[in-house]
């Protein structure tokens, strides 16, 4: 089996995983309803506000997680929007551990200089 051929049928069992189907149902749940819908949009739209902060290291204000950490809480307390919530992470979790396996496997293959220990530095 061709290197291609593996990566369509890994394609294949991804979306055939409970992962993927409770996730793709989960999405179309909150699809369904405009007000949850445009609650989860805020939170990730502010969770990756903050992450982007994060990987260039710039400082995050106390109200940027403050409100975070609230829409979060409401969110939880609806039982839809936390089945999506929690079905995000789980197909999350399945990509990073295959995206992990992946890249170790492939790690000699990096350029010079990012194989080593030393991380390349971020110029902001």
Same mark, same amino acid.
């Given at each position: 089996?061709?290197?291609?051929?593996?990566?369509?049928?890994?394609?294949?069992?991804?979306?055939?995983?409970?992962?993927?189907?409770?996730?793709?149902? +989960?999405? %179309?749940?909150?699809? *369904?309803?405009?007000?949850?819908?445009? $609650? @989860?949009? =805020?939170? &990730?739209?502010?969770?990756? /506000?903050?992450?982007?902060?994060?990987?260039?290291?710039?400082?995050?204000?106390?109200?940027?997680?403050?409100?975070?950490?609230?829409?979060?809480?409401?969110?939880?307390?609806?039982?839809? +929007?936390? %089945?999506?919530?929690? *079905?995000?992470?789980?197909?999350?979790? $399945? @990509?990073? =551990?295959? &995206?992990?396996?992946?890249? /170790?496997?492939?790690?000699?293959?990096?350029?010079?200089?990012?194989?080593?220990?030393?991380?390349?530095?971020?110029?902001?």
């Amino acid at each position: 089996m061709s290197i291609y051929e593996t990566a369509q049928q890994l394609a294949l069992q991804i979306k055939e995983s409970d992962e993927y189907r409770d996730f793709i149902v +989960a999405k %179309e749940s909150m699809k *369904a309803d405009e007000g949850q819908y445009k $609650m @989860i949009r =805020d939170f &990730q739209m502010k969770q990756f /506000e903050i992450q982007q902060a994060q990987l260039f290291q710039l400082d995050i204000s106390q109200g940027k997680q403050q409100e975070l950490e609230r829409l979060y809480s409401l969110l939880s307390l609806n039982p839809a +929007a936390r %089945e999506y919530l929690e *079905a995000e992470f789980r197909i999350s979790r $399945m @990509i990073n =551990d295959v &995206q992990k396996i992946i890249g /170790e496997a492939i790690i000699d293959v990096l350029p010079i200089g990012f194989d080593d220990n030393d991380q390349p530095q971020i110029l902001a």
